[in-house]
């Protein structure tokens, strides 16, 4: 495929970004950058797991009350919703390396005075601030994404999220080493070191050049495809890198598959202004539409995958029993929790496979579709008391569904918004989803320790069924597209 675009394009005097990405294909360099961005994955996915384990050991040593642990949660989501939104609008407007750099360093800063933390208020502070910096996962997803030719996209998004899995299984190691022996603030300090890594090796990171290229830096994304060629031993085509050809910012708002020509009394441009312009773009008649649907799964996501993460530890605490027991209590003490929580780690993984397999064949809403009605199904029977095997094996398989739905929208959503709104996109969107990550231990577990298993699951199945129904009512299928470029603005 990608020697008949280059005959294509070596036939001519012109070549765009995308078809330069097709002839560059995907190789070390694509690598390289996985292994960076995948890093900063796994940062963020063990600075949250770490919350599973440090808050009963700060509250016995602090005699802090219930409230008071639950807080230290609490507040790294609230800084994570601010700081995705922001980081998105960052690296919109100034590029995708300031983003990069900004949340390297609030995120290994923070991370660390968060080990020596004197008392209860300023440990809530550093991890605030730490969680503002976490907040910037999908800076990284959107910076990978960026640099991959559309052939094969998916299943190595797929790929980039496999650093989240590693990096939940790492920090229940690490805890399972660390917490008995050197205590809470080790864990931090220890946990912090790849924050660090991430920060320094910034500084061999380069700007996307689509970035570049929307902004009509063209000549310094050519020099970026350039160096790309020469790391993947390939040849950029012939001829010169030109602005994209013109095409319509969404099939949202025509019935065809295919890119149109402009119209009349439309102009087609890239819009890259700071402020709360990108918030609004995302709102405008050509994406409302789009962005409400997403918000909506990109709740669901996090309420499913998060309450089934606490679900597990609830049924687990008091197994066919009403229980008073919340995950990360007392009853959950020693080895056993940092044990109990590595072993469902594993329950990942199946559903990572799964996403690969099917992300690229079937397509990304099929896919979604396909997981929610099984998730619902794997839910379903947990509305009654069952053996312990029952409701482990249905719940690690609804976990292996939810974590592959929000693998597949991770990858969905990047692709679907265009490059001047990619990261403010996916950003609010994460946005949405630490949300409910913050509700969901609110609700669906305090129903569960009041006794009433019922009325949680069925509020999970209502949830899943809210946000399989918007994953039908998206407006096209990305599997195979390209990246979009420009942002239409009416006269």
């Not at 642990?69 to 590029?95: C, K, P, R």
């Not at 918000?295 to 606490?310: M, P, R």
Request: glycine share 8%.
């Amino acid at each position: 495929m990608n020697n008949e675009i280059a005959d294509n394009v070596d036939s001519g005097l012109e070549y765009t970004l995308d078809e330069a990405l097709a002839v560059v294909g995907f190789g070390k360099f694509q690598v390289l950058v996985l292994t960076y961005a995948g890093l900063g994955s796994m940062v963020e996915a063990m600075e949250v797991m770490i919350l599973s384990f440090i808050g009963p050991s700060v509250k016995s040593e602090w005699g802090l009350s219930s409230g008071q642990e639950s807080l230290i949660t609490t507040v790294v989501f609230a800084g994570m919703l601010i700081g995705a939104y922001s980081w998105g609008l960052i690296s919109d407007n100034y590029g995708r390396r300031i983003g990069l750099l900004s949340v390297a360093a609030v995120t290994s800063i923070f991370a660390l005075l968060s080990a020596f933390a004197p008392n209860y208020i300023s440990l809530v502070v550093f991890r605030m601030l730490a969680g503002i910096g976490l907040g910037g996962g999908p800076v990284y997803s959107a910076w990978f994404l960026e640099f991959v030719p559309v052939e094969n996209r998916g299943i190595w998004m797929v790929v980039f999220s496999t650093f989240w899995t590693i990096g939940t299984i790492l920090e229940a190691s690490l805890a399972w080493i660390v917490m008995p022996r050197l205590g809470w603030r080790w864990l931090l300090a220890l946990s912090s070191i790849p924050c660090f890594v991430a920060f320094i090796f910034y500084f061999l990171t380069i700007e996307s050049p689509r970035y570049l290229y929307i902004n009509g830096r063209i000549n310094e994304a050519y020099n970026v495809l350039k160096k790309m060629a020469e790391i993947n031993q390939t040849e950029l085509p012939s001829g010169m890198l030109v602005s994209d050809k013109v095409t319509e910012l969404n099939e949202e708002f025509t019935h065809s598959e295919e890119t149109h020509s402009l119209s009349a009394g439309i102009n087609k441009i890239a819009i890259s202004k700071p402020g709360f312009s990108s918030l609004l773009m995302l709102l405008s008649p050509r994406l409302i539409k789009t962005t409400l649907l997403l918000w909506t799964i990109y709740f669901g996501n996090s309420f499913s995958y998060y309450g089934v993460v606490l679900l597990t530890s609830e049924f687990s605490s008091g197994e066919n029993k009403c229980s008073s027991a919340i995950p990360n209590s007392h009853k959950l003490k020693g080895s056993s929790l940092y044990k109990d929580v590595f072993i469902t780690s594993f329950a990942e993984l199946p559903g990572l496979l799964l996403s690969a397999v099917t992300v690229d064949i079937v397509g990304r809403k099929i896919s979604m579709a396909l997981m929610y009605l099984f998730g619902f199904m794997f839910l379903l029977p947990l509305m009654f008391n069952l053996s312990k095997i029952w409701t482990t094996a249905l719940l690690f398989g609804a976990r292996m569904f939810f974590i592959g739905i929000f693998t597949v929208a991770g990858v969905y959503c990047p692709e679907i918004y265009p490059t001047p709104v990619r990261t403010t996109g996916v950003g609010v969107a994460s946005s949405v989803g630490r949300i409910a990550g913050m509700i969901c231990p609110l609700v669906a577990v305090d129903l569960m320790s009041g006794c009433h298993q019922m009325a949680a699951i069925i509020l999970f199945e209502v949830v899943i069924i809210l946000s399989g129904i918007s994953v039908l009512l998206l407006p096209f299928e990305t599997k195979g597209r390209g990246l979009t470029d420009i942002v239409a603005v009416y006269n």
